[in-house]
């Protein structure tokens, strides 16, 4: 059979056999019409999910911070913000009293040409849009300490705002169990001494730190935590409005209002959409990170290491394809810790080694977990294979030979398991 891997801008096709090869994709929902997306977001936004209507929550004299996701997520900000402007200004609020925060966490800022192609020229050029910066210690204000005892800095621009606004949309994640709500604010808008908190090996090795879950998920749990220290901080306004989307990037569901009642709405629908299950682990995952923008570099790319494992055997192969157009990346220090250790094993007792704390030793401590448990292989156009090599990943100029002389070297009776969206899929054993 030919399969389609989602890789960079495009398609990466390969020829597998019929007979023992899985194909896992999510569920195919049919999205909004484009022309009819703005009549129904502003719907969800006069309708929403145990709330009052945004446009009756706001005055002219309010200050508005609306929080949107940074290019590595693949949300079309530019459609889903024009209606959620609008209900703004109905209700009188002015466009100077309006912020658009982009919630970085702890990726790089992005460049005044991509905060443009994200929010739109029109918007762009009338509204404030504005990097958040980890690193900058003034730009955050104290809010609180959770119950598990991390002390949380949130951006002062969304703390001081008399109304906040998360946009943001809904899929399983790696370790968070899924994205939007709460994570908007906390990593999205947060400190970096918050964020190496909130991702200290303690919660990442949390059994219940993984897709698809988030109450009962520690980690997910002090991550609501805090969030709810950051918008308990004055009388103001809270408002959520996350949405989902299908392959083609059309949105398929809108979930708007309280924080955890939309939420969990949400959660609920993507996780019937994009989690299936199988019966038994397989020989060999064929994954993708989902194509670009989340395949941009190989610290994203864990994901897709993550969503693979879920299904592959004990001591079984992954095979990622992931275009890595922005290498390691450079910023960050997630190429630096891969240095300091050249097995799996030496990797997590760096990480779980007493007070220590590195910018991106999360994704470490995952990756290790992962090849602790299989070989990963890597196609990347954007990685030399010395570079590949260096990550303790087997690299790879053809996916579908890998998987071939894979195929010979563990037998007949060998099974392949295909998530040609990645971790836009997460499936779990039964």
């Known amino acids: 059979m030919e399969i389609q891997l989602a890789y960079g801008s495009t398609r990466l096709p390969i020829q597998l056999p019929d007979e023992r090869t899985t194909v896992i994709a999510p569920k195919y929902v049919r999205g909004i019409a484009r022309e009819k997306e703005f009549d129904a ?79 739109g020229d029109e918007i762009f050029a009338r509204y404030r849009v504005e990097n958040h910066e980890c690193h900058d210690a003034d730009a955050h204000t104290f809010v609180g ?37 709460p994570k908007m604010l906390v990593p999205g808008l947060a400190s970096l001494d918050t964020v190496m908190q909130m991702h200290d090996a303690q919660l990442i090795g949390e059994a219940n730190a993984r897709w698809g879950i988030t109450h009962g998920n520690p980690l997910w749990e002090e991550l609501r935590d805090a969030a709810e220290l950051a918008m308990r901080t004055r009388d103001a306004v809270n408002f959520n409005y996350n949405i989902t989307l299908n392959r083609d990037l059309d949105i398929t569901g809108i979930f708007c209002g309280d924080l955890d009642a939309s939420h969990d709405a949400g959660c609920a629908f993507a996780r019937e959409v994009a989690m299936q299950r199988v019966a038994e682990p397989f020989d060999i995952v064929v994954t993708t990170n989902s194509g670009y923008p989340l395949d941009l570099n190989l610290y994203q790319t864990v994901k897709g290491m993550s969503a693979a494992a879920q299904v592959v055997k004990p001591n079984g192969e992954i095979v990622v394809a992931s275009e890595c157009r922005e290498g390691f990346p450079a910023h960050g220090k997630y190429r630096a810790l891969l240095s300091k250790g050249s097995t799996p094993d030496e990797w997590l007792h760096m990480v779980q080694a007493k007070n220590f704390s590195e910018h991106d030793q999360w994704q470490i401590q995952v990756q290790a977990q992962i090849q602790k448990k299989a070989r990963v292989h890597l196609y990347a156009d954007g990685l030399r294979d010395d570079e590949i090599r260096a990550a303790q990943i087997l690299p790879t100029r053809n996916v579908e030979r890998t998987v071939r002389e894979l195929l010979r070297k563990r037998g007949q009776r060998a099974r392949i398991c295909v998530l040609p969206e990645g971790p836009q899929t997460i499936p779990y054993l039964a």
């Open 145 to 181: 300490t959770t119950r598990g005892g991390r002390r949380v800095r949130v951006n002062a621009r969304v703390v001081n705002a008399s109304v906040r606004i998360l946009t943001g949309f809904i899929e399983p994640h790696f370790f968070a169990g899924f994205s939007g709500g």
């Open 41 to 119: 977001l502003r719907h969800a936004l006069r309708n929403p999910i145990e709330s009052p209507p945004l446009r009756e929550c706001v005055n002219e004299n309010d200050t508005v911070a609306i929080v949107i996701c940074d290019i590595t997520r693949a949300i079309p900000t530019a459609r889903i913000l024009p209606p959620l402007l609008q209900e703004l200004s109905d209700a009188g609020v002015r466009e100077s009293h309006v912020v658009i925060l982009n919630a970085t966490g702890t990726h790089r800022v992005n460049t005044n040409d991509e905060l443009r192609a994200m929010v």
